[in-house]
């Protein structure tokens, strides 16, 4: 039974983290709404919230929802992992140790392990590239955006800055907010809202595609090639 815990353990960590190495950062993105007013023609600098543009954008919304499904694809797959590990562990114990059957079941359920340990492996790669993969691609969106922005209203610098405040009951919010170089600033100079206007009134800016977010060539969902 030893192998069947350390599996368990093993496929539990592992899942913990593709889910908390995707998708906590994404719990402290919430923040309010900054009044959405067009800045003064040729103002020197405006302030923008990156962590609200990807929060309320539909278009990497529907990103973050198509990841957190396959996250659950892949939970499901090592719980049917282990139940079957389980199950040959079962098949072992009912056999008499040193016989030809019990080796030859011995040997099966050390390469099920190995085989389950590198496909979640894999897998966790696959999902923490991805996960830098939609990243990189919706910051690059935004500053075509901001650029645009910034072009047609002659600003000459965006900065970015988090306008949610710290919460005493969340203290992973404190110290972001205390080495903020942002103190005060006029709220006129928050361009957010309107840059997130401009992504969702875009083509497309509310769907997207399986390849969009570099879904694994070989396989839809989780578990060895197919």
């Not at 030893?2 to 913990?16: E, N, P, Y």
Request: some cysteine; overall charge positive; charged content about 25%.
């Amino acid at each position: 039974m030893r192998r069947s815990r350390l599996l368990a353990a093993l496929a539990a960590s592992v899942v913990l983290s593709i889910v908390v190495g995707l998708y906590a950062p994404a719990q402290d993105r919430t923040a309010p709404a900054a009044p959405a007013v067009a800045p003064a023609q040729g103002q020197p600098v405006a302030l923008i919230d990156v962590g609200r543009i990807i929060k309320e954008c539909r278009r990497y919304q529907s990103w973050d929802a198509q990841l957190k499904n396959e996250v659950k694809q892949a939970e499901a797959w090592v719980q049917t992992e282990r139940e079957t590990l389980k199950n040959m562990i079962e098949q072992l114990n009912e056999l008499n140790p040193g016989t030809p059957q019990y080796k030859q079941k011995e040997t099966e359920i050390g390469k099920k392990n190995a085989d389950v340990t590198f496909q979640i492996k894999l897998q966790q790669k696959d999902f923490q590239e991805r996960g830098a993969t939609i990243s990189l691609t919706a910051y690059r969106e935004i500053q075509v955006e901001i650029e645009r922005y910034a072009t047609t209203y002659r600003i000459a610098m965006v900065q970015r800055f988090s306008a949610a405040d710290a919460q005493a009951k969340q203290p992973h919010t404190v110290p972001k907010t205390l080495s903020s170089q942002v103190v005060w600033y006029n709220r006129h100079l928050d361009i957010t809202d309107q840059v997130i206007r401009q992504i969702n009134d875009r083509p497309n800016g509310g769907t997207t595609s399986r390849t969009d977010v570099g879904t694994r060539p070989h396989t839809a969902g989780f578990g060895p090639p197919r």
